[in-house]
T-cell receptor, first 112, second 113 residues
């Protein structure tokens, strides 16, 4: 079983602060994705990382894929209330077929 | 209409009822999925359909019965469910090339009473 562990599970911060969320596994993934889910909605894809060591930026969000393609991090600079939500990482594993393994998620609350 | 659409958004059903969840994707994708999202548990993959053929049944109880008549439509037929089946049921679609980037519907919030 390929497990993805996310930390922290919960994070409550003030507007303007920086934060980092982690996604770790003992398995190697061919690609890894980050999603954000708001209450009552489905997850929305933010980014896909494919190459070990890859860094992608999406405005104030910076995503990094570990060199060994087993872990990833999401860093948010100057968080805003609109960043509030559940952040999920998902790995595209080595199993045949197109099946994603999801982490348990980090629930972020940014207070104004 | 664009993206992935799920109906109904909310469903309350008794343990002896039979109901169906519907999903439609307008993205031209060739793979569709059913996921279950429960409180305090990671998203669980239930079923995978590639080119409308089922390729994965992730040990899902037979009281959940999927149907994929074509690459754009996916159903989940429900019968004799249990209260612990209450959850958010999410449909997703993706292309079958490159990284598996899933596009999700808004989900059906199911409550079994």
């Amino acid at each position: 079983t390929q497990l993805l562990e996310q930390s922290p599970q919960f994070l409550s911060i003030q507007e303007g602060e920086n934060l980092t969320v982690y996604c770790n596994s003992s398995s190697v993934f061919s690609s890894l994705q980050w999603y954000r889910q708001e209450p009552g909605e489905g997850p929305v894809l933010l980014v896909t990382v494919v190459t070990g060591g890859e860094v992608k930026k999406l405005k104030r969000l910076t995503f990094q894929f570990g060199d060994a393609r087993k872990d990833s991090s999401l860093h948010i600079t100057a968080a805003q209330p609109g960043d509030t939500g559940l952040y999920l990482c998902a790995g595209d594993g080595q199993k045949a077929g197109n099946m994603l393994t999801f982490g348990g998620g980090t629930r972020l609350m940014v207070k104004p | 209409e664009t993206g992935v659409t799920q109906t109904p958004r909310h469903l309350v059903m008794g343990m002896t009822n039979k109901k169906s969840l519907k999903c439609e994707q307008h993205l031209g994708h060739n793979a569709m999925y059913w996921y279950k999202q429960s409180a305090k548990k990671p998203l669980e993959l239930m079923f995978v359909y590639n080119f409308k053929e089922q390729t994965e049944n992730n040990s899902v109880p037979s009281r959940f019965s999927p149907e994929c008549p074509n690459s754009s439509h996916l159903f989940l037929h429900l019968h004799t469910l249990q209260p612990e089946d209450s959850a958010l049921y999410l449909c997703a679609s993706s292309q079958l090339r490159g990284a598996t980037e899933a596009f999700f519907g808004q989900g059906t919030r199911l409550t079994v009473v």
